[in-house]
């Protein structure tokens, strides 16, 4: 008669009576428990920073690569054996902009529609294979493919999207100036990387530090926490309205602002290194501690002297400020006594040229987040995108055109095209009805009640915060 008990069961991989062998940490196939802890850990910690901290992160890392390519380029071309430096140059510079042009509205679009923490990500993990792979590239024809590549990946437009989800209207300029800072930090260190490690580490050696740099973006972006709504698995948030609000007088000097911000950044700092080398004959040390000056100054404007004055003369009327001022860096840059009266001065005033230029964009982005607020229903990250693929074609255009004239027409030729290109962004504003009417009614950004009206009166609109939507 059974008894009902059941036999006892012998552990498995031993004998009876033996206690079973216990699995080492991981052997199951998961992570050990270390690794597990570690990673809480950075996340936790993470998580107490401010949520637009990645966005500043992957935006310091895009920078910092550009900062250790753009002085160091005519002197690699030079040991590769390249004699027209200034066309290599100028097609190199201006492949990797051009792909910007062509993917900036594709990021927009995604960080809307699919969150731009995502957005962010990917792009960064473009930047980490394609800067690592710049520190191959051994002939002119691969860098100009290396760097189009590189350029497909630029986060900036995520990174200003996550910034627009997070940040209050009224306190844009502020955050721009951030943002701004993070740009300049990317030229300070990337400045200092050039002027320190070149002589020793060569080429190779910079870019490898950039795909560095962008790794730990990388990483620091994937354990910050989420600032976006939660959605279900693939199903992207409805967008609308985008359409229309391309089609506004708003956009029109929206593009065309960003189009000349692109074009005089580029058009500073691919004819600053050419410039210091050929007709000063500074060595690539000098070069990059020239860019280190140049970025320190414009950390005071970005953090400092922007934000106030947005504030306090509203978008359109620092706009107006920076493009007339701007002019005269030009006009003494296309000027041979004083350019050529030495290198200190010509870097100086680049500076100088530069500076103003900076103060028109960070208010000119600032108009792509109103107009997004203003005409669509979640789209002020494709608005965004729009408005900087204006920025990157300006990029993409300045240094090809901006080198080849410099070498074909004289020195002052890029300074004298400098002048044409603001006085047509002037004559844009005037003819789309903005200016002169803005520029008596526009309000500062001080109060949520006067920030959106930012670029509403060329339309029209009622003096009233529209609604905001969920992507601001």
Not at 59 to 83: K, R
Not at 379 to 408: D, K, N
Request: net charge neutral; charged share 10%; with cysteine.
């Amino acid at each position: 008669m059974a008894s009902g008990r059941q036999p006892p069961q012998m552990p498995t991989g031993g004998r009876m009576g033996e206690r079973p062998m216990e699995s080492p940490p991981g052997a199951e196939g998961g992570p050990p428990p270390m690794l597990i802890d570690s990673l809480k850990a950075a996340q936790g910690a993470c998580s107490r920073i401010p949520p637009e901290s990645s966005a500043l992160a992957c935006t310091f890392a895009d920078y910092f690569g550009l900062c250790v390519l753009a002085p160091t380029l005519p002197f690699y071309l030079e040991e590769i054996g390249v004699t027209d430096l200034e066309l290599w140059m100028g097609i190199i510079l201006s492949a990797q902009f051009a792909a910007i042009v062509i993917s900036n509205p594709a990021w927009g679009i995604m960080a809307d529609r699919y969150g731009a923490k995502l957005a962010l990500l990917l792009t960064m993990l473009g930047d980490t294979v394609f800067f690592g792979v710049t520190a191959a590239a051994t002939t002119p024809p691969s860098l100009v493919v290396v760097r189009f590549l590189a350029g497909l990946f630029s986060p900036l437009v995520p990174a200003l999207a996550l910034i627009f989800k997070v940040v209050p209207a009224e306190r844009t300029n502020k955050a721009l100036g951030t943002y701004s800072l993070a740009i300049c930090a990317g030229y300070v260190l990337g400045s200092a990387i050039v002027g320190a490690l070149y002589d020793r580490f060569g080429f190779a050696g910079v870019q490898t530090t950039a795909a560095f740099v962008a790794v730990l973006a990388a990483a620091f972006t994937l354990l910050s926490p989420s600032v976006e709504a939660p959605r279900a698995a693939g199903v992207p948030v409805k967008v609308s309205g985008v359409g229309a609000a391309l089609q506004t007088p708003a956009f029109l000097v929206f593009a065309a602002t960003q189009f000349y911000t692109g074009f005089a950044m580029n058009l500073g700092f691919s004819v600053l290194p050419i410039a210091l080398r050929a007709e000063f004959g500074w060595n690539v040390t000098q070069v990059g501690f020239a860019f280190l000056a140049l970025a320190g100054a414009l950390a005071f404007q970005f953090i400092y002297a922007v934000p106030t004055l947005m504030s306090k003369l509203g978008i359109e009327r620092l706009i107006a400020l920076a493009l007339l001022v701007v002019l005269l860096p030009s006009a003494l840059l296309a000027s041979p006594p004083v350019r050529e009266y030495s290198g200190v001065l010509f870097s100086a005033l680049v500076l100088f040229h530069v500076s103003f230029m900076t103060a028109a964009q960070l208010p000119a982005i600032a108009r792509g987040r109103f107009i997004g607020m203003r005409h669509t229903q979640n789209g002020t990250g494709a608005v965004t995108g729009a408005g900087r693929t204006f920025f990157a074609l300006g990029q993409a255009v300045a240094p090809a055109v901006s080198l080849v004239a410099y070498s074909r027409l004289g020195p002052a030729a890029p300074w004298i095209m400098h002048i044409l290109v603001v006085l047509a962004t002037i004559a844009v504003h005037v003819l789309a009805g903005v200016w002169p009417m803005e520029l008596r009614t526009h309000p500062p950004i001080s109060s949520p009640a006067t920030a959106t009206v930012a670029v509403l009166a060329v339309e029209g609109a009622p003096a009233s915060l529209p609604a905001t939507n969920s992507s601001v």
